[in-house]
């Protein structure tokens, strides 16, 4: 096998001195410098926490046993990471605190990662990390790309392993990314990037060849072939407790610190928003890469639209539990018959119908239509959008996936009074006009819907990757002795570079 240190140091100078020339770039110089740092082990904390060669050609002497971990009892607050909410780039959006562990063992500075149920990647802004955090060097890097259709959005940085803490939670040996390079990405305004929290058929590890990825003009990026699927740390945390896996998801629906919640195995079903007897469902949860479902019929004000044909596996037909987007998205006809309702101040209801777990009858998941007209919750979705639960579902549900099961439930919370806001009628999105001073007779209209990642520089955590593509591992039992990734597994994957891309198929509309 090439060794890529070698290779790195003969021919990565010489690609970065030609990119810097053609780009008179400052900032490639701190790229080159700090990707050198990741690739030759060069700083102390790579001396210390690299291995001798590749987690798979290791003896087993030298191979670190993973005995079963027993499953103690634990209470809620050791079992959940509180979460907080901002309002940025047009939307609201959930973030967790996530801290590194630095070369020293001490704790490196909280980091405000936005929690993604529609990507699977752990992924750091901060570049510094590559020199203070301690972590074991893997042959692989990330590589993903954002916002189809909006502006150029990604990035790419070294795959590594190290220990990462959220609240008072220890994510060992988690698989995650620092970003070397990156473009548009949430790494502003307090916010310092994603914490994707799905499957792993979308956290895509590529090889760290010779070359470094290209990122063209106008966002298209060129990685290299994919080499595999990574475990996520959240579902790599969730299997390392053992027993039933469950995940949790309360949000205030407010803005500020502490206004949510997220609770991993018993902790979620052993807390105050855990009411068995105002559950709906359970309905059946696909683990395809997304928490997809299956909508079977949207009901809507006397009107009934069905025939969606939900399939993770199919571009355009996907439909999911995204917290990452900022809004639910409905196919256009819904969002149409939505509009013509608003403007005539006619209350409805939005109900969606999920098929049960065990084939039982559909389980309803209903919304108000002028509350969710009120918090600009609702987006038109577009050619090869289907349907995506965003974020406003969690300011109205409690949600419970249920991993081993295959499953999730939702428990409607106690609904607030709604503040008194004029219902607008909804508007397609247009290109910005001086401003007006509003008259008496012409009231200030207040945009609607605001879509998925508004703003100066909308950023959507639409993942690049098309799960179905990756083999699942066959034979044997989890975890495999011969995963380089242990003990959850390095799913290796042949296919085409590009293949099975999202983002063609799925724009998102601002």
Not at 61 to 68: I, S
Not at 165 to 191: V, W
Not at 440 to 453: I, R
Request: hydrophobic share 35%; with cysteine; charged share 15%.
């Amino acid at each position: 096998m090439w060794q890529l240190k070698a290779l790195i140091r003969l021919v990565f100078p010489a690609v970065l001195a030609g990119l810097l020339t053609l780009q008179g770039c400052e900032e490639l110089q701190h790229v080159k410098k700090e990707a050198e740092s990741v690739f030759d082990g060069s700083n102390e904390t790579k001396r210390r926490f690299k291995s001798s060669g590749r987690p798979g050609n290791q003896t087993d002497r030298e191979r670190p046993t993973h005995a079963p971990v027993a499953k103690r009892s634990r209470s809620v607050q050791e079992s959940s990471i509180p979460l907080s909410a901002v309002s940025w780039s047009g939307g609201q959006r959930l973030l967790m605190a996530v801290s590194p562990v630095s070369s020293s063992g001490e704790l490196l500075p909280a980091q405000k990662l936005v929690v993604d149920t529609g990507s699977s990647t752990l992924a750091f802004c901060q570049s510094s990390f590559l020199q203070e955090a301690a972590f074991e060097s893997t042959d692989y890097i990330s590589c993903n790309q954002y916002n189809p259709g909006g502006d150029p959005t990604g990035y790419w940085g070294p795959f590594v392993q190290g220990d990462v803490l959220a609240g008072n939670m220890t994510f060992q040996k988690a698989s995650y990314s620092i970003m070397a390079f990156q473009e548009n990405m949430p790494c502003k305004d307090g916010i310092q990037g994603i914490f994707g929290i799905a499957f792993r058929q979308l956290d895509v590890a590529y090889p760290a060849g010779t070359t470094l990825p290209n990122w063209y003009a106008g966002g298209k990026a060129s990685c290299p072939e994919a080499a595999g699927v990574v475990p996520p740390p959240m579902i790599q945390q969730l299997r390392s407790e053992g027993g039933v896996e469950k995940l949790g998801i309360y949000w205030s629906g407010q803005v500020g610190e502490n206004q949510g919640r997220l609770y991993l195995d018993e902790a979620a079903v052993t807390n105050e928003h855990y009411d068995k007897s105002s559950v709906l469902g359970p309905a059946a949860l696909g683990e395809i890469g997304w928490y997809d479902i299956t909508v079977q019929k949207i009901q809507l004000g006397g009107q009934e639209f069905a025939n969606f044909d939900c399939d993770p596996n199919t571009p355009g037909k996907q439909c999911i539990m995204d917290t990452g987007t900022p809004a639910l998205v409905l196919p256009p006809d819904v969002f149409e018959a939505a509009a013509a309702l608003i403007d005539f101040g006619q209350p409805a209801s939005l109900t969606f119908y999920l098929p049960g777990a065990s084939g039982e009858k559909d389980v309803p998941v209903s919304f108000d239509l002028i509350a969710l007209n009120n918090m600009a919750a609702l987006s038109k979705g577009g050619v090869g959008t289907n349907i995506i639960l965003g974020l406003p579902l969690w300011a109205f549900y409690y949600t419970v996936f249920d991993i081993t099961d295959q499953s999730v439930s939702l428990f409607p919370k106690k609904q607030q009074t709604q503040p008194t806001i004029r219902p607008q009628s909804p508007m397609e999105p247009t290109e910005p006009t001086e401003p007006t001073e509003p008259t008496p007779q012409s009231p200030q209209q207040v945009p609607w819907p605001f879509g998925p990642f508004t703003g100066p520089s909308p950023w959507a955590p639409i993942p690049g990757h098309q799960p179905g593509s990756w083999p699942a591992p066959v034979g044997g039992s989890w975890p495999q002795p011969s995963d380089p990734w242990e003990p959850f597994g390095f799913e290796r994957k042949p296919a085409k570079q590009g293949e099975g891309r999202r983002m063609g198929e799925l724009p998102v509309h601002v």
